[in-house]
């Protein structure tokens, strides 16, 4: 074991977890080494965890904006400084190619950034709203919040939520993905070497009994949640049935739309690039494409561009046997309904990394609208290509997945870009872009099963999530007899 048992971290300190004795493996799904151990924390952590982070809110939602983010600006620095290790650690527990993980931390350096810009977009209204009379708004923390995150983006994620929560005054339980739970580690002792006071951000390791007791817990505010659309809407369900805000974003199932007019070489670079990268396990990652009209030129060219992403080299391991299987199934229901693979994902063994879980590039083709691999989110890198006559067809089945996250369109038209922008229904649309991710300030979050609750996670949107406004109206002007409407 390379790494020792993980601990929870409460009040500025590492714990060891006695409160229950079961613990999970934290396995390298680059070769199947095991790094670690998670402890399965219960209430009780939870409870140690809210008391310290409780007893830390006072002072720090009472310390002003402008001294709050200058612990995000020392992160931020931090970050940069080891930014190799943090990329390693990110590789070696999900899995994912190492300069995929550079670019994980810069995306949180990014995050981070826009953190400390907050005092420059919180500062709130102020208005004489009748004679000596002011009405005035501000940003107040909600008090002790929590942060449920998945496996996919170790470092990225929790830097979704972290930096805008705490820089907004709020303290923060952190419940990392039992999968990864290392990343988390680390940026805790960054944060506490930026200065961030003890107890403002809690980490409670953990799986089922732990995100259930966050749900439950009448000391938090509020949850935000990362992962599948399956448990966004328990955790969605259970915490807003106490009371509490939530936003709980959830799986995708993302379309990309190709127009014979598209540039092939551009388009195909982008699809076999997003349907590829992170080995398929991203929210924003293309899993289905629709080829509207005679599109071959270009389905022949994402093969091209497919057969020169190698497993084990600029291709990523998914995060364990079970999803290598997962994923091959779906691959081996689609032949069987009568799917064309073009090119073949399956039963991958990397040399010298036989423990790894690989799942190569695969390309379907004759996809039908009804099959489990047209529908269904994958979380591999598998596209599943179907084909259609015309652009209005094309949205039908966008519309119809449940999902919402991404669609992007690739075309040389302007009037067709736009006509597929009004009509797609999901939160983030890309033009000649295979990963809309937007960057800061704008926000991210998507529509229908990808999302629930109100606003997005990120960007200026999540202001509204992580703070309360409080309305004031005040008179000091002294005439007597003058009522508030004078
Ligand atoms: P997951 O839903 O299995 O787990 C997410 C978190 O929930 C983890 O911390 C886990 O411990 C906890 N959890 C798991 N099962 C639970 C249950 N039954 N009750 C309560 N808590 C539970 O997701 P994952 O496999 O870690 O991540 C992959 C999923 O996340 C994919 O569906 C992906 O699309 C989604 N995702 C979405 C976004 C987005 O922005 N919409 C971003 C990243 C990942």
Known sequence: MKYPIIKNYINGQFVTVTSSPRTLDVVSPLDGNKLSEVPMSTGKDLN????????????????????????????????????????ELCSEENGKTYSESVAEVEKSIELTEFATSLPQLVTGEILEVSRGVECRTEHVPLGVVASIVPFNFPNMVPNWTMPNALALGNCMILKPSEKVPLSCVRLAELLKEAGLPDGVLNIVNGDVEIVEAICDHPDIDAV????????????????????????????????????????????????????????????????????????????????????KIVPGVNLGAVINKESQHRIERYITEAEKAGAKILVDGRNIKVPGKEGGTYVGPT??????????????????????????????EALAIENANPYGNAASVFTQ?????????????????????????????????????????????????????????????????PEAGVNWMS
């Open 224 to 307: 935000s949640f990362v992962g599948s659309t399956k448990v966004a809407k328990i955790v969605y369900q259970r915490a807003t049935s106490h009371y509490k805000r939530c936003l709980a974003l959830g799986g995708a199932k993302n379309h990309l739309m190709v127009l014979p007019d598209a540039k092939p070489e551009m388009t195909a670079q982008n699809v076999a690039a997003s349907m590829s990268g992170c080995a398929g396990q991203r929210c924003m990652a293309a899993s289905a494409m629709v080829a509207v009209g005679n599109v071959d030129h270009i389905i022949d060219k994402i093969c091209i561009e497919a057969r």
């Open 413 to 477: 038209n302007g009037g067709m870009a736009r006509y597929i922008i009004d009509h797609a229904s999901a939160g983030m649309i890309g033009v000649n872009v295979g990963v809309p991710v937007p960057r800061e300030p704008f926000s991210f979050g998507g529509w229908n099963e990808s999302k629930f609750g109100v606003g997005d996670i990120t960007g200026k949107s999540s202001i509204e999530f992580w703070t309360k406004l409080k309305k004031s109206t005040t008179k000091w002007n």
């Open 48 to 87: 140690e965890a809210l008391l310290a982070a409780k007893a830390a809110f006072p002072s720090w939602s009472r310390t002003p904006i402008k001294e709050r983010v200058q612990i995000f600006f020392r992160y931020r620095s931090l970050l940069e400084k080891n930014l190799k290790e943090l990329a």
């Open 363 to 392: 390309v379907i083709d004759y996809v039908r609208r009804e099959m489990s691999v047209a529908k269904e989110e994958i979380f591999g890198p598998v596209i599943s290509i179907m084909r259609t006559n015309t652009v209005d």
